[in-house]
């Protein structure tokens, strides 16, 4: 299940996917923006977690590679906390990159209403 709201923040959006990611794979998230916080003071938090999303879907969207991905122990639904109860890695992954593109849409939206001003 995807969130209904729209992210209105980074930390918001970050908190979204966090509840609502089924796989690990958020750690490739937070992994690239910890990567770009060299240029923190050249862009705003807001571009780098929307270069970060583009960049993660970049290279797991269209792989099915499924080894190595585990289920997300933040995720509020219990049944895709544990690989033993309901988690099913191609299930997961698509809902992931799905989750992913969704966020990426309203952080974008967020950004040119954002320059828009």
Not at 23 to 37: P, W
Not at 79 to 98: K, L, N
Request: hydrophobic letters at 30%.
């Amino acid at each position: 299940m995807l969130p209904r709201e729209k992210p209105c923040s980074p930390g918001q959006c970050l908190g979204m996917l966090n509840d609502y990611m089924r796989t690990d794979r958020l750690r490739h998230v937070h992994q690239d923006i910890q990567a770009r916080m060299d240029q923190r003071g050249k862009k705003s938090p807001l571009a780098l977690l929307i270069e970060s999303i583009e960049e993660v879907l970049g290279v797991f969207e269209g792989s099915h590679l499924f080894e190595g991905i585990g289920p997300n122990p933040f995720n509020r639904d219990p049944r895709y906390r544990w690989p033993t109860r309901g988690f099913r890695p191609e299930t997961a992954c698509h809902h992931a990159i799905t989750l992913l593109k969704s966020q990426l849409g309203s952080l974008r939206e967020l950004c040119a209403g954002l320059d828009s001003w």
